[in-house]
């Protein structure tokens, strides 16, 4: 559904991942040494670079220009850093609140990227405009705009 709509626009269409390291020492070694080993970094970034690939390979084509950007980070915070100067995020909304540090909380984001989200259900493959709702909270004492 992205790659239609970029393909719609003429625009760029960008895939985001975040992954955060994991802890897996006890208090007492944390502040022996508080920084996670070079190996695991090192894998992930590998698989962060695999998937890469795997976007570039998918989308890609001569008229459609696609970018990838991914950080150890978390998802909701990388990606809501990354996604302030888009135009549009579209995101799913399958959230594995069991794996903070790899999956991507649809709400946090929303309320974090201060940018317009597409959030779209597992099972919608197309995205015809038919039906469009547009939402926003006026702060009270003043234009919305900062006029």
Known sequence: MAAALADRFRACLIGI???????????????QDPIPSTPPLQEMESILDIKAQQ???????????VEWR??????????AREARA?????????????????????GELILKAGRPVLLVPNEVTSFS???????????SGGPACGC
């Open 86 to 106: 888009a135009d549009l995020l579209v995101i799913g909304r399958q959230f594995r609140s069991e794996d903070l540090f790899r999956s991507l909380d649809p």
């Open 129 to 139: 405009g038919k039906r469009i709702a547009i939402a926003w909270k006026r702060h």
């Open 17 to 31: 991942s975040g992954w955060a390291p994991t802890s897996v020492f006890l208090a007492e070694e944390a502040l």
């Open 55 to 65: 976007f570039e390979a998918a989308f890609r084509t001569d008229s459609r220009p």
């Open 70 to 79: 991914s950080g150890l980070d978390f998802p909701s915070d990388y990606i």
